[in-house]
């Protein structure tokens, strides 16, 4: 029981908390930022592309028929929210931008 206890308290702090896959947004701030950035069918398809596939911003800008500032933009919408992850690896011509997730799920708590 105190494992509940505990879990519903973290759940309640205002921000934006990932856990096993589930994002937790409470708080206006945070909900009004989750909340745009999957206002966009862009960002949904690249969020959904992302779940299943570890991608680079150019396989990214492919997918959305977009250049790749436009695709890199998307991104970090998607990153200010929470969503999405970004790291640098080692590319044929310097570094490349992979994106990754793991939210399945995402949990809103309006109090």
Do not use: W
């Not at 998607?78 to 995402?106: D, F, N």
Request: with cysteine; glycine share 6%.
């Amino acid at each position: 029981m105190s494992v509940t206890k505990e879990k519903t308290s973290q759940e309640k702090k205002p921000g934006i908390h990932e856990e096993d896959g589930i994002l937790y947004v409470s708080g206006d701030e945070y909900i009004l930022r989750v909340a745009n950035a999957l206002a966009s069918p862009t960002r949904l398809q690249i969020l959904r592309y992302i779940i299943e596939n570890q991608v680079d911003v150019g396989e990214i800008a492919d997918l959305i028929k977009q250049s790749k500032a436009n695709a890199s933009a998307q991104i970090k919408r998607l990153e200010e929210a929470g969503l999405v992850k970004t790291l640098y690896k080692p590319g044929q011509r310097g570094v490349k931008k992979i994106c990754t997730t793991k939210i399945r799920e995402i949990r809103i708590q309006l109090r």
